[in-house]
């Protein structure tokens, strides 16, 4: 059974810590940024710029170490040189700006010094409240680090529940040298240690260069997690499972824009909408709107339908799942599953539930079958024909409902035959080019057109369940490929 989503909390406030030293200024090795601290603004503007558009609910606060002066509420404690530049609040162009003209330091403050401090940021802004805390740390580690408290730290951060993102400058990759001692020669003096902390906390470190890579590819907006129907499935009338759904995939759109007038001084002023109704036969006579009805057009007359009709007229349930019953999976034509897809797990507070719902699970593996039911979402929703298919994982177990077209929506359309008998003699193919056809649809499979690489625990569970040969594996997957077309709009607003 997959985590219950609803214990996630829906925003994240986040910290970032970003060194701005004297190495900082140095050139940098990378051919994209002429200095250390243009890659970090360059990595810290395109995470700023994924909060303003995705994270809506999500707040950012600045943390710069190395500066000449010092303002934190730490200070009197020592904690010199770290200054909080911005405290943690939603994210706005306003520090997009200061971000891009971003000062280079001349001191060198301590970089465990900034995470404590921007521990205690996050401390104060969400002690007793629900959000994800995390911490991202921008540096060359060249600046020292003081091991001072080091456990009392860690253990902190464990508490807090917060996530530590190191983003290294001119950072050496793991095991690239195979010679240990040249390796660490080459190491800034406090990667090792940024390494250590991170691997204590549960963090990760990533080179700069891998950051600006993943974050110059737009996410999908963060969505908060809620379950879209909370009831029983019913098996029989004395077999009733409490289950919870979630939507699992839905069509990410376009973000709606808001009209804003060109003519007041205040450009960012919103202008709302009127309508009005007329007469056709007298543009002048406006009608209001509570005097109008909607009309049916049947053939070429209106039929008016009150609003007590149009009641009449909807067909709704009371909400349900139901069992109809059961059918081999190779009995659903994959073109006919259609909508939005739906996951189910079962009641969290019901232990009883979890095992009949686990049990109908492997059931329906076991057996390559799928079960089709009546899905009432909500009450006075109209019914729909659904199928609930199994998905097993390492960790958890689920259903998956699609939806399954009813007879009018199918779509029956006739072509001419494309057997070989059926075709003039002059147009057949040949032996070699049906064998050419062939070889042309093998090549263009996408589960075998890449090579594989050392990804995470789910890509092995893939290559275990049969989806890979060889060095051969599946490019193109949809967690993996953005839609252009979202991704132009995005880098136009940018």
Not at 28 to 34: A, K
Not at 53 to 64: A, P, R, W, Y
Not at 431 to 444: F, R, T
Request: aromatic share 8%.
């Amino acid at each position: 059974m997959p985590g219950d989503p609803t214990t996630i909390p829906a925003k994240e406030a986040v910290v970032i810590i970003v060194d701005v030293g004297p190495s900082m200024s140095k050139p940098s090795s990378s051919p994209f940024t002429p200095t250390s601290l243009e890659g970090a603004i360059s990595a810290v503007t395109l995470l700023v710029q994924q909060k303003i558009m995705f994270g809506k609910k999500d707040e950012v606060g600045l943390v710069l170490c190395g500066t000449k002066g010092t303002h934190n509420p730490l200070q009197e404690d020592g904690y010199a040189h770290i200054t909080i530049a911005r405290d943690i609040t939603s994210p706005d162009l306003d520090l997009l700006r200061y971000i891009e003209n971003l000062p280079p330091g001349k001191y060198v403050g301590d970089l465990l010094d900034s995470v404590v401090v921007a521990m205690d940021m996050l401390q104060i802004k969400t002690a007793g409240k629900r959000y994800l805390r995390r911490v991202f740390l921008v540096t060359d580690a060249h600046a020292p680090i003081a091991e001072d408290g080091w456990d009392t730290i860690v253990k902190h951060f464990k508490q807090m529940e917060a996530k530590l993102n190191i983003i290294g400058i001119n950072f050496t990759e793991e095991g690239q040298n195979e010679n240990e001692e040249e390796e660490k020669k080459q190491k800034p003096p406090s990667e090792e240690a940024l390494r250590k902390l991170a691997q204590e906390v549960d963090g990760m470190v990533v080179p700069v260069g891998q950051a600006l890579e993943m974050m110059s590819y737009f996410r999908s907006r963060s969505v908060v997690q809620r379950t879209s129907f909370r009831g029983i499935l019913e098996i029989s009338p004395l077999m009733k499972i409490g289950v919870w759904s979630w939507t699992r995939t839905s069509e990410q759109k376009f973000q709606p824009m808001t009209r804003i007038s060109q003519q007041l001084p205040d450009k960012m002023s919103p202008v709302s909408i009127e309508r009005t109704y007329h007469a056709l036969s007298d543009p002048d006579l406006i009608i209001d709107s509570s005097e109008t009805m909607k009309g049916y057009r049947y053939g070429k007359s209106l039929v008016p339908f009150p609003k007590y009709d149009e009641k009449i007229m909807k067909y709704s349930a009371e909400k349900a799942m139901k069992l109809i019953g059961f059918t081999d999976e190779a009995a659903i034509p994959r073109h006919t599953i259609h909508g939005p897809t739906e996951m189910l797990s079962p009641d969290p507070g019901d232990p009883v539930c979890s095992v009949a719902f686990s049990s109908l699970v492997h059931a329906l593996a076991e057996t390559k079958s799928v079960a089709i039911i009546r899905y009432v979402k909500k009450a006075s929703a109209p019914p729909v024909l659904a199928m609930l298919s199994p998905h097993i994982k390492l960790n958890y177990e689920s259903l998956f409902l699609n939806l399954l077209p009813f007879s009018e929506d199918l779509r029956a359309y006739q072509f001419n035959p494309l057997s070989l008998q059926s075709i003039k003699p002059c147009f057949a193919p040949s032996p070699e080019q049906l064998h050419v056809a062939k070889n042309l649809i093998d090549s263009l499979d996408l589960m075998k057109a890449g090579e594989k690489e050392e990804e995470e625990e789910e890509e092995k569970e893939e290559e275990e369940e049969g989806k890979g040969e060889g060095n051969s594996a599946e490019v193109l997957k949809p967690k993996y490929t953005y839609n252009p077309s979202l991704q132009r709009f995005y880098q136009a607003v940018q």
